[in-house]
């Protein structure tokens, strides 16, 4: 089983910042590819982000590409989601999730655990 924890959500302006967290804890056969997914009010949950278990590999929404930067820390157990240039589109419940395979995948239904997720506002 895997606990995962996010952190770093809340209100920022247009055009700011934001650094999510994900600390992951609990037992796990090798480091886990971990995602970012985000889901606002009425819509479908979507992909966002996803790592490698290495952490070599990195994937991205095209929405999100060039403004946002996923990484890990694998000593720490913590994934984090670097978030630049954000805009009003951006504001969502952001999650994250593990699958127990170091190979990252883009699609929710891959990964079994999941966070209680974090709100980024942003205003415009």
């Known amino acids: 089983q895997v606990q995962l924890v996010e952190s770093g959500g809340g209100l920022v302006q247009a055009g700011g910042s934001l650094r999510l967290s994900c600390a992951a804890s609990?037992?796990?056969?090798?480091?886990?590819?971990m995602g970012w997914f985000r889901q606002a009010p009425g819509k479908e949950r979507e992909f966002v982000a996803a790592i490698s278990g290495s952490g070599t590999f990195t994937y991205y929404a095209d929405s999100v590409k060039g403004r946002f930067t996923i990484s890990r820390d694998n000593a720490k157990n913590t994934v984090y989601l670097q978030m630049n240039s954000l805009n009003a589109e951006d504001s969502s419940v952001y999650s994250c999730a593990a699958r127990p395979r170091a190979v990252a995948r883009q699609t929710a239904y891959e990964y079994n655990y999941w966070g209680q997720g974090t709100q980024v506002t942003v205003s415009s």
């Open positions: 609990g037992r796990t056969a090798s480091p886990s590819a």
